[in-house]
């Protein structure tokens, strides 16, 4: 497969590090030039990507910026003259049980993990439109059931899941792919860098007995093996079940 994408440029959000870095180093391994997006600008992994012999760029972002992630998704396309997939992956957690939840985390919640995505989509369609390119948004395991102390996260994910097969029926027509994946069970994790002593459940063994290095699925909906596939919502999570413990996940506030 390697080199399937020469010539191709993806662009990645949350990029810095867990997921977004694992996309970017796998649409640089099969010949796309990659721009990295992330609040800290993500200059290690864009060094990572280039060792791979294709260009990258290297932006300072916050997804839920709108005016910023336009002139990014501009800025990318201006650089390498096109844009062909999007992975917006970029997400924050907010854990509180929610009467204990601020209207700031939730804001917070819901304009990273939704309108970052919503903000992404806009600024790439009408530069995918040329390319008849691809969109994959991470969503997450929680899109699609209840999680514990995590509504705002839960609901924003389950937003997504939404927002994507909607924009999938909008576009489809027009020659872009639009997908989700329900990411769980991937190591490194957010929950590990973020919620530290709610970590265990959420990081519950998968059903093959061992975590997710990388969602290559994001990488694998954009390839032409992928052709056929429009408006799904992927479960990439090797099996993630809940917890059997019955034991309530404890609480940190805050949101990441
Ligand atoms: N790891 C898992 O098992 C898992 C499970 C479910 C969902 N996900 C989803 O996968 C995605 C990546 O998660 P991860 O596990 O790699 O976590 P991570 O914390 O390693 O990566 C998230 C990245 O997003 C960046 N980010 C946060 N807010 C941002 C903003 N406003 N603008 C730009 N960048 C921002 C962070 O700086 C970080 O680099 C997230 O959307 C997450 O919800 C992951």
Redesign the pocket.
């Given at each position: 497969m390697n080199g399937d994408f020469d010539g191709k440029v993806a662009l990645v959000?949350?990029a810095?590090?867990?997921?977004?870095r694992s996309c970017a180093l796998a649409f640089a391994a099969r010949g796309a030039a990659v721009v990295v997006?992330?609040?800290?600008e993500p200059t290690d992994t864009a060094a990572e990507v280039e060792c791979h012999g294709v260009k990258a760029l290297s932006l300072q972002?916050?997804?839920?910026d709108g005016s910023a992630v336009r002139d990014a998704v501009d800025a990318a396309a201006r650089a390498f003259g096109r844009l062909d997939f999007a992975n917006n992956?970029?997400?924050?957690v907010a854990v509180a049980q929610l009467a204990d939840l601020t209207e700031d985390e939730w804001n917070r919640a819901a304009s990273?993990?939704l309108g970052?995505v919503f903000l992404g989509m806009k600024y790439q369609i009408p530069h995918l439109l040329e390319t008849d390119g691809a969109i994959v948004n991470?969503a997450?395991?929680?899109s699609e059931q209840g999680w514990a102390v995590e509504s705002a996260y839960v609901a924003s994910?389950h937003g997504v899941g939404g927002l994507t097969r909607t924009v999938a029926v909008d576009y489809g027509r027009q020659g872009i792919r639009i997908n989700a994946v329900l990411?769980?069970?991937?190591r490194?994790?957010?929950?590990a860098?973020?919620l530290t002593e709610a970590t265990a459940p959420i990081l519950s063994p998968t059903t093959l007995g061992r975590y997710g290095e990388a969602p290559e699925a994001v990488v694998w909906l954009c390839s032409a093996g992928a052709a056929h596939i429009n408006g799904a919502v992927l479960l990439v999570g090797g099996g993630t079940s809940p917890p059997d413990s019955e034991e309530p996940r404890p609480v940190r506030p805050g949101l990441s």
């Open positions: 959000t949350g810095a590090g867990g997921i977004g997006c992330d609040l800290v972002l916050d997804v839920a992956n970029a997400g924050a990273v993990n970052g991470t997450s395991i929680w994910k990411a769980g069970g991937i490194p994790a957010m929950t860098a973020a």
